[in-house]
């Protein structure tokens, strides 16, 4: 049976599923604390995980990830359907990606629309991020309206 939980404690054990969602160890521990974990479990396994930050009028989705063997199901967009209620108090939940990765049709088909770029965010990795092949240096930003 599926449903969604707030992960309060040991976030460390999630640690190697997260990054797979933000490759960088050091961006991860710039927002693993300081957000709220949920995942979206099958009796005791987890199956998705979320990172969302909320700060003034917008909550920001700092990293989503599902396990490989589930990819492609739908859990993806079923745990963006709960933070948009979870998060419905404030005006807009927000995401970025690599500009050429195919994240970009995941946002799109789950409501949410461009809504800018930071400029050089992936040249602070300690590495070069590659993605199609391309290495990537902005970041695209989508939004979702909430409520």
């Given amino acids: 049976m599926l ?13 190697p599923l997260l990054l797979e969602g933000d490759e960088d160890m050091a ?20 199956v998705t995980l979320a990172l969302v930050t909320a700060e003034g009028d917008c909550a920001e989705l700092m990293n989503i990830v599902t396990v490989e063997k589930h990819r492609g199901k739908g859990y993806g967009s079923l745990m963006l359907s709960y933070l948009s209620k979870e998060f ?20 799109e088909k789950n409501g949410f629309s461009l809504s800018g770029l930071r400029k050089g965010f992936f040249l602070q990795y300690d590495h070069p991020v590659i993605e199609n092949g391309r290495m990537l240096t902005d970041m695209v930003l989508y939004r979702k309206r909430l409520g």
Avoid at 3 to 15: E, T, V
């Fill in 3 to 15: 449903d969604f939980r707030k992960i309060d404690s040991d976030r460390s054990a999630y640690i």
């Fill in 27 to 46: 961006m991860l521990n710039r927002y693993l604390d300081r957000g709220d974990l949920f995942g979206l479990f099958d009796n005791e396994d987890v």
């Fill in 88 to 107: 419905s108090a404030y005006g807009y939940l927000i995401a970025g990606t690599g500009d050429c990765s195919p994240a970009r049709l995941f946002y």
